[in-house]
């Protein structure tokens, strides 16, 4: 597979969810919110390979519950560093470094 440069040099913020998850509704909506646009990558805890996914996925961030949100290859954490990121206007220096500016709403 050939990956077309302009795509790689986006700024892609995916978020690793579970199914049932409040905090991973939360972290989408909040993203919505403020007009980011996302990919998520949903875990279904009834599938049989999701284990094996999910310690996959901790053992690169050593990050144990959901959501796990990366902004390309940084993980920055979960719901409430994702809030803490934004009120913190570090999220708004991150996303700026891929010519992404955020609102300022407060």
Avoid: R
Avoid at 35 to 40: A, R, S, T, Y
């Amino acid at each position: 597979i050939q990956m077309d440069s302009t795509i790689q040099s986006e700024c892609k913020i995916i978020i690793h969810s579970k199914n049932k998850c409040p905090y991973c509704e939360k972290a989408k909506h909040f993203l919505q919110n403020i007009k980011l646009n996302f990919i998520e990558i949903l875990y279904d805890d009834t599938h049989s390979d999701y284990l094996d996914k999910k310690t996959e996925l901790v053992n690169k961030t050593n990050h144990k519950t959901f959501p796990q949100i990366f902004i390309n290859e940084l993980f920055i954490g979960g719901y409430s560093d994702l809030i803490h990121l934004y009120e913190t206007l570090k999220l708004h220096e991150i996303l700026n470094t891929y010519n992404i500016s955020l609102e300022y709403d407060f």
